[in-house]
Structures are given as structure tokens and as C-alpha cells.
């Protein structure tokens, strides 16, 4: 897998050391060019400027792309830290879960260092059989394996042995919660008009008890007038989406404060207009929350049931209540649920995992390799590989579930669609993605769209919004689908394969399409270069 960008990398794109050369686009847009990019193959969209930073246009309906840079461990400012190992182990005869959770409760006794960090636990090479649950619950502890290949005379494999009802191998985090525990008297509303998605600046009726620096949740309350704006949530013949069910929150951290102005760090992904909800912000006290956590170098599989199999953990690694996490270098078999499920969580980096073979029925809520949940908000997928998914790059986690990036990902023989899943999960970046050889009924593959009834009676509806296929690839003839919802945009631009705007409900307008099949879109990462555009002010 190719190594991600430094900082000197991506401070070199955002100088234009590193942009490619340039071709004639082929662009489905009335925007008139800007000479700062006509000789460029360039989106009209976002492209670099004579000194190379980006310059964002708004589409023929008035929408812009957002900015995607935030996701990722400590929001992709720094590499993924090198903890040093405190404590090894190796494996024991029969269950290995006691013994294994021993050892990391030992580190997560030891002093937190001023970089946040206690220290990383080393399972050795060897065969570690867990029958139940290994929980890293402790700030600041990493888990590092040997090696993540099969050989367990030189690699790291963890077995899970437990049966169906056995949730996850390994839980990253703290317990389920949410964010609506709040710090007293600090609750206040957003009077601004409208905050357009993209947007990072709002007025509020007061800052007297706010500081910069304080972790805030935005509160979007899901009205009827919201409903009835998003035209009752896109489902067709499911009852429209009942008030209170998809509420809008995000997670940041308040930047600048001017006035009764805040400046928070990353962009709303969805417009809060004052007219449809009275939105509010209040100071979350991260009770549970767990910090600086990591697993890395090691293997995880369900000792290769036949392929239909559910007797076995649904997870081999779950993320959730945590914040400045990461996976990373792990191969990942035999799941039936997901190799990587992030809930509840933020600043999030999952590199270079493969995920294997799952083994369960072909059916909904299964095969979902790599999947942004409920809460789930800036995390990175990067450099990920998954073969015969249902939906390999998957955000499930509705409302709730914004600024998701899969840089790099490949996904090989899958059965059904990458993308947003249901509703109105917003700020989904597919970028350099790959569906490759999918063996899927459905035409389209990578899909940013209106799923309308589909799902368990549940209404899927709206499955993405604000989202984008950057530089993309489908093939085995193949589509992208990308819709345009009431409200908001999502783009495919610099897409190799076909673009549709067509799925199993027709009449929806397609969404912004650009560049199909012209190759040398520059930048080549959206996010890449969006990041190194905002590094150069840091």
C-alpha cells in the first residue's frame, strides 16, 4: 500500500511542487472558466490559484464543496505517533481474553505522559485464541502486534472463538453514550439565519460561557418544517420521516470567538437555516470519552468458517466513544458484520487495513467492511482494501454521521454498493476510490443518492448529501450514481466509468458531474490537497 503524505508532502502540493500536468476537461457545468485555470484540467469547482491555494466555486444551484481536511486522527494535522512499548506478552494455552485484558489494563494504570500517552502493550508472534471481548478502555494505551500475516511464528493472529452472539474481538473505547450530556449554563442558540453547509462561522445569542478551545455540539432538531423542506426525507412509499428522528449534530471545537461570532474548527456539512430548526450549541462534558488509542500491526479472524457462517463475533475491531484513535497495518478476516466500525467517535484514522473474506448470509446489516456509524465524525479510511462486501465503504450512521473520508480504497468482487446508506448522512468524501470487478445486481456501485424504501421498513431515503466522488473508478460496466436532494448537492468529478443519475427511482435530478473519463484530474486527492492548503496557514 502507498505510504500516506508527510507534512513536507502535502506543504509541496499546496505550493504546486507536486501537481500533475494538465489536460483539457470535459466539464457538465454552464460556469463560465476562470482564467487562473483554463489551461488546466482542473474542476470549476475548487482549483488552485497562481500561488497554488485552493479557490472554491459554487455549482449552478448555488452549492460549493466543503472542506474534508478535518477527519482523521487530530484532525490530519500530524502523523500517527510512534508510542514506545512498555509491556509484551505472548500468547497462553485455551482463551487469551483475561490475559490479554490484564496486560492492558497494567498500562492503563500507568502514569499518562505529557504527550497523552502511557505507553503501547506487544503481543508477540504467536496464535492468541479470545472466546469473548478485549476492551481498551484506558486513555492513552496502544496495542501492537508482531505482524499482521498468516505465519503466527513471525505475525500477531488473534482468533475469535466466541459464537454468533459475540459482538466484536476488540472494543476501542468507552461505553455507548451520546452527546447531549451537556456542561450547565453553557446551552445557548444559533441566531444566524442560515449557516450554509461548508460554512465554519455562526452568531450565537451569547458566548459569556464560552472559550476557545471548548469542545462544542451543534444541535439541529429535526422539525416538520425540516421534513417537509427535504421533501418528507425521500422515501416513496414508507411514511415520510417522522420529527425527532434525524436530528443533526455535529462535533467541533470552537476556533475564534468574535463578538457573539464563533469560528469552530471544521465546516457544518448540511445548511442550518433558522426558518426550518432552531439549532443550538452547548459544551459537552466527554464524560467516558476515551483519548489517544491505538491498534496496530496484527491479524484478526474467526479461524475461516465456510462462507455462510455466522457462528462466530459479528466485528473484528470497533471503535466507539473514542477520540484521537487509529487502526492501522491490520488484515481482518471472517467478519459477518464489519472489519472496522467506527460509532460515537471523532478524529478517527483507519491505514492500511485489509479486509478479508467475510463469512455470513448475504443479506442487510451484513458485509459492511469498513462502516461510519451513529456519531461517527471526521474519521479517515485510508489506504483500506475489502473484497466481497455488500458495502465495503459504507456510512449507516444517518444523521449523525458526517465529514467521512475513504482515501485510496479499493474494493474487489462486491455484491452491492459503496456509499451513504440512509438518512441523510452528510459530508462523505470518496476519494480515489476503486470498485473493481463487482459482481453487484445493481448497475451503480459507488453511490451518492436517494435509496427511498429501501432497508427493513425503515425508510432509507436520503443516503448522502453533501458528498463527493473525487477522481473515482468503477468498472465491469459499472456505475457511480450521484443525485442532486432538496436542500443540498452531491458531486462526481474526474470519474473513470459512467456516471448515472438514475438508480431504482427515477425522476431525481443528477447531481453536479464533471470531468467523466478525462484523465490528470488535478489535484489528484482532493483531500490531500485540501489539507495541505489549510497546513500553509498553520
Known sequence: MPR???????????????????????????????????????????YPDANGRLVYKEDPRGKKIPDFSWAGYRNGEVPLPSVPVVKEIGPISGDNTAHIQAALDEVGAMPLGANGFRGALRLAAGHYKVAGTIVMQHDGVVLRGAGQWDDDSANTVITGTGGGSATEVLRVGGPDGGWRSKVPGTETGITSSLVEAGENRMTLASTANLKVGDNIIIDHPHTQEWTDAIKGGGVIKDAPWEPNTKPIMYNRYIKEIVGNDIVICAPVFNNLRRSQSQCSVWVWNRKGLVRNVGVENLRIDMNDPSEFNEDHPQNCIHLNWTEDAWVKDATLLHFSRAAVAVT?????????????????????????????????QQVLFRDVEANKARHAFIAAGM????????????????????????????????????????RSEWDWVLSLHNRGDKGNGDGHGWSSVTSVAWNCTVDNRKKVCVQAPPTSQNFAIGTTGAVTGENWYSGYETGYVEGTNKPGLTPGSLYEAQLADRLRNT
Open 344 to 376: 460515537h467517535s471523532s478524529r478517527v484514522t483507519v491505514q492500511g487495513v485489509r479486509a478479508r473474506e467475510p463469512r455470513s448470509v448475504v443479506e442487510g446489516r451484513k458485509r459492511y467492511s469498513f462502516s461510519a456509524n451513529i456519531y461517527a
Open 399 to 438: 444523521s449523525t454521521c458526517s465529514g467521512i473520508v475513504w482515501l485510496n480504497g479499493t474494493s474487489e468482487d462486491g455484491l452491492n454498493e459503496s456509499g451513504g446508506h440512509n438518512g441523510w448522512s452528510q459530508g462523505l468524501l470518496y476519494d480515489n476510490v476503486k470498485e473493481l470487478r463487482s
Open 4 to 46: 500516506p503524505l508527510s507534512r513536507r508532502d502535502l506543504l509541496r502540493i499546496a505550493s504546486g511542487a507536486m501537481v500533475a500536468g494538465a489536460v483539457t476537461p470535459l466539464v457538465r457545468s454552464t460556469i463560465s472558466p476562470d482564467p487562473a485555470h483554463a489551461a488546466g484540467w482542473h474542476s470549476q469547482l475548487v
